[in-house]
C-alpha cells in the first residue's frame, strides 16, 4: 500500500490551500483516511480522520470549522482543503491510511503514511 500526498506549499496567513492523497493502484473504498502534521521540533500531531465507514469524520479542536476532509465521488482521491490558515498550521503533512477500521488519533497501526508535504504559513 502505497500513499501520494501533494498540494503543499507557501500562502500567507488567512489564506487557502489543499492537500491531495491518492492511494497507488486501488481506490480508498473501506480504507479510513487521516491527516496528520508535524512541524519543527514537535511530535506528530492528529489533525483529521475520516473512516471507512462513512457519516464519521473527527478533527482536531485546532483546525475545526477550518480544515474540511472529503473524498472524490470515485474514492481515488483524498482531499483536505485548508482554510483560514494561520502560522502555527505550518508544518509537514501526512496521510495515511487503514483498511477496514478506524485511525486513531495516535496514528498507530496505520497501514501506510504517505511521503510528507511541506505547508507554510506566513504572518
Known amino acids: 500500500v502505497q500513499l501520494q500526498a501533494s498540494g503543499g506549499g507557501f500562502v500567507q496567513a488567512g489564506g487557502s490551500l489543499r492537500l491531495s492523497c491518492a492511494l497507488s493502484g486501488r481506490t480508498f473504498s473501506r480504507y479510513s483516511v487521516g491527516w496528520f502534521r508535524q512541524a519543527p521540533g514537535k511530535e506528530r500531531e492528529f489533525v483529521v480522520a475520516d473512516n471507512w465507514s462513512g457519516g464519521s469524520t473527527s478533527y482536531a479542536d485546532s483546525v475545526k470549522g477550518r480544515f474540511t476532509i472529503s473524498r472524490d465521488s470515485a474514492q481515488i482521491t483524498v482531499y483536505l482543503q485548508m482554510s483560514k490558515l494561520k502560522p502555527e498550521d505550518t508544518a509537514v503533512y501526512y496521510c495515511?491510511?487503514?483498511?477496514?477500521?478506524?485511525?486513531?488519533?495516535?496514528?498507530?497501526?496505520?497501514?501506510?503514511w504517505g511521503k510528507g508535504t511541506q505547508v507554510t504559513v506566513s504572518s
Open positions: 495515511a491510511t487503514a483498511y477496514f477500521r478506524p485511525i486513531p488519533t495516535t496514528g498507530a497501526g496505520v497501514d501506510a
